[in-house]
């Protein structure tokens, strides 16, 4: 069995499982390489919006069965809701075991302050006009599966894998400063607040860096999304660190074997049932 990494902290977001565009393999994968005492799950896991019967693959399946594993397994799992997952916030300050579900957190990491939440509160497009939003979703979904056709095609012929949405982000003028804008009013809040680190998701960008205004300076701190950049964010040893897949992946193992060989069938039953020794 390979060794897991062990991480006081690793926080994920913007995993949409139930879309075309999640790659819950990979992050699986990640899951069953590290061993951390907090999971922080930092809003639009579940893609509740664009939810169809007809779409939940036995990958995403295993990877609600890993998070729950983690916490029977003592692992503390705090779920930050976030927009795609926004019913779930009917059920915000409430905990099941070591699962807690909230919408926003505030740590203490050794003497510094951390606040963590998912960021779409700070998003006009969302608060203002959601079919709007919602409308981009299905549409971005759309845009995924081209985008994973085009690989396909692209590794048939021996070449590297390209992102459409990605570089259609980057390269439009509003995208980036929609992004700017975002990250100077957490940050400026932040700082306003006295917190030392602000963590967030929802815009699909990983970063972590130091911002500084006349009042202060925060390090923001973004976990990317598991449907482009393959990212997470972990913090041990007093700091912190972007983990890319991509990058800094292990090679490809399960860690539960268990998992691996079940049928979709014991999958459902195991994440439905609560375990009788439990009760």
Known sequence: MKTKRKVEIAVISDVHLGTYGCNAIQLLTYLNS???????????????????????????????KKIM?????????????????????????????????????????????????????????????????????????LLILLNRFTNWFLEKLGRERYSLSKKIKDSVKGAVKFIDDYEKVITDLAIEN??????????HQPKMEFRENKNGKTMYLNSGDWIENFTALEYQFKRWKIYNYNNDKLSPFF????????ELKDLIAAITIVDKKQK
């Open 255 to 262: 860690a539960d074997e268990q998992i691996k060989e079940m």
């Open 69 to 141: 594993d983690f916490a029977a397994n003592g692992v503390e799992v705090i779920y930050i809701t976030g927009n795609h997952d926004e019913m779930l916030r009917k059920f915000s300050d409430t905990s099941i075991g070591n699962i807690s579900i909230v919408d926003k957190l505030v740590l203490n990491l050794d003497g510094k302050k951390a606040w963590f939440f998912h960021g779409d509160v700070f998003d006009i497009s969302v608060q203002n006009a959601k079919w709007i939003a919602k409308l981009g979703g299905y549409g971005y979904d």
């Open 194 to 203: 006295g917190y030392d680190y602000v963590v967030c998701g929802h815009i």
């Open 34 to 64: 590290i061993n951390p005492r907090k999971l922080i799950l930092n809003g639009d896991i579940i893609d509740i919006w664009q939810f169809s019967k007809r779409y939940f693959p036995k990958s995403h399946l295993k990877v609600i």
